[in-house]
């Protein structure tokens, strides 16, 4: 059974930081490409990040330059590291994993990103 657990999600003032996390199981974690959607209330999910198994990063330009993707193999965890936070990045933010294309496999339950004024 897969599963994809997110955490780091929490309450922020504009300009801070935060660090989410996805702890993956069930899957051979090394081979599979992650990553990173969130859904602002009333908005559809969007890309924020993605990262292959060779390390290669992806980044919605909404981002770029604000949010870092990593991943730790020997953990089976995926990082997202999200610096100068605005309340435009508010939202639930997912963990996936395995593209099949059109769209990822597996999906966590989300954690909620909330970046006050």
């Known amino acids: 059974q897969v599963q994809l657990v997110e955490s780091g999600g929490g309450l922020v003032q504009a300009g801070g930081s935060l660090q989410l996390s996805c702890a993956a199981s069930?899957?051979?974690?090394?081979?599979?490409?992650m990553a990173w959607y969130r859904q602002a209330p009333g908005k559809q999910r969007e890309m924020v990040a993605t990262?292959?198994?060779?390390?290669?990063?992806n980044y919605a330009d909404s981002v770029q330059g604000r949010f870092t993707i990593s991943r730790a193999n020997a953990k089976s965890t995926v990082y997202l590291q999200m610096n100068s936070l605005k309340p435009e990045d508010t939202g639930v933010y997912y963990c996936?994993?395995?593209?099949?294309?059109?769209?990822?496999?597996?999906w966590g339950q989300g954690t909620q990103v909330t970046v006050s004024s």
């Open positions: 069930g899957i051979i974690f090394s081979i599979n490409v």
């Open positions: 996936a994993a395995h593209w099949t294309g059109p769209d990822y496999r597996y």
């Open positions: 990262i292959t198994p060779g390390g290669n990063t």
